[in-house]
């Protein structure tokens, strides 16, 4: 057996056992195994539109990802790829169509949201008014250089729980509390940011 199949092989298992729900054996398998192999060779390049934050976990930068390339599946996006839905208004407030402008920006607990964050980072000059404001904040606010990328840490996991909050909102069978969006905000912004800096001064 070659060096790269006992890579594989090994990936594959590594892959299978970080999974909570197993997976059967047969074609599942096989496909995982494909998966990885295409997961081996991916790597991961800033492009115009996009910059990947290294400082964060990569399921936190495809959520950005996603968001910018209009692929999370809102109700609105959903409902374009004609699949059958009972509502395409916002599960949060139910006054608005959800769109990605709406469910990250527009809908009245996602602005107090941000709002919190601009008066925790002391920034008083610059307003988040749609999804290209939210997206591009790093670059519009006035911070020192070094500080920015750690701004960017918190702009996307701001996006990342307003995504999961809708999620509970939607799959829960409790609403959410809407007051612990921006406690979680800061909580994991420390934790992701100080693992980071643990990592980065043992290496
Ligand atoms: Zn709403």
Known sequence: MSTNQNANDLRTRNALSSIKTPVRLGLEVSDLS????LLAHLRLVDSPDFRWNKI????????????IHKRVPTRSNLD??????????CPICDDEIESEEHIFVMCNVVREAWKNIMLWWKIN?????????????????????????????VVQITLWFLWKFRNNVVFSSKRPCEELIFNDIKLY?????????????MN
């Open 34 to 37: 494909d998966m990885c192999d």
């Open 56 to 67: 964060l976990p990569l399921k936190v930068n495809i959520n950005t990802w996603r968001i």
């Open 80 to 89: 374009y790829r004609w699949i059958d839905l009972d509502s395409v208004r």
């Open 125 to 153: 000059n610059t307003f988040v008014n749609n999804l290209n404001d939210a997206i591009n904040l790093e670059d519009r606010v006035s911070l020192p250089t070094k500080l920015l990328k750690v701004f960017d840490v």
């Open 189 to 201: 912004s420390f934790v992701w940011i100080s693992n980071r800096l643990k990592k980065s001064s």
